[in-house]
């Protein structure tokens, strides 16, 4: 059973930067593709980004394009997003989860992972 724990959540001025990280275990963390996705109050759990198992490619929601940067560490068995100029609407519960199944793919849809974390919330003062 594959385990993901979120961390690096809290409150955080508009402008400023913040890292959240996410540490696999129970399973090969180096054949997921992983993914954040994040979910406002009220509102629809949305994709924010993406990252093959081999780390080369990475796919990005639009709103966060230029702004966020996923990356991982294989040997860690960690996947980071690092959020600069972070914004009022950026505030939400920040998942990752990974995806087994299409690990050479970064993908999307929200059906296309198995496997989730709690959550770690991000709150951006206006």
């Known amino acids: 059973q594959v385990q993901l724990v979120e961390s690096g959540g809290g409150l955080v001025q508009a402008g400023g930067p913040l890292r959240l990280s996410c540490a696999a275990s129970?399973?090969?963390?180096?054949?997921?593709?992983m993914g954040w996705f994040r979910q406002a109050s009220g509102k629809e759990r949305e994709f924010v980004a993406a990252?093959?198992?081999?780390?080369?490619?990475?796919s990005y929601d639009d709103s966060v394009k230029g702004r966020f940067t996923i990356s991982r560490d294989n040997a860690k068995n960690t996947v980071y997003l690092q959020m600069n100029s972070l914004k009022y609407e950026d505030t939400a519960l920040y998942y990752c989860?990974?995806?087994?199944?299409?690990?050479?793919?970064?993908?999307?849809?929200?059906?296309?992972?198995?496997?989730w974390g709690q959550g770690t919330q991000v709150t951006v003062s206006s």
């Open positions: 129970g399973g090969t963390f180096s054949m997921y593709g």
């Open positions: 989860a990974a995806n087994p199944r299409l690990g050479g793919w970064t993908r999307r849809g929200k059906a296309d992972y198995d496997y």
């Open positions: 990252i093959n198992r081999f780390g080369g490619s990475t």
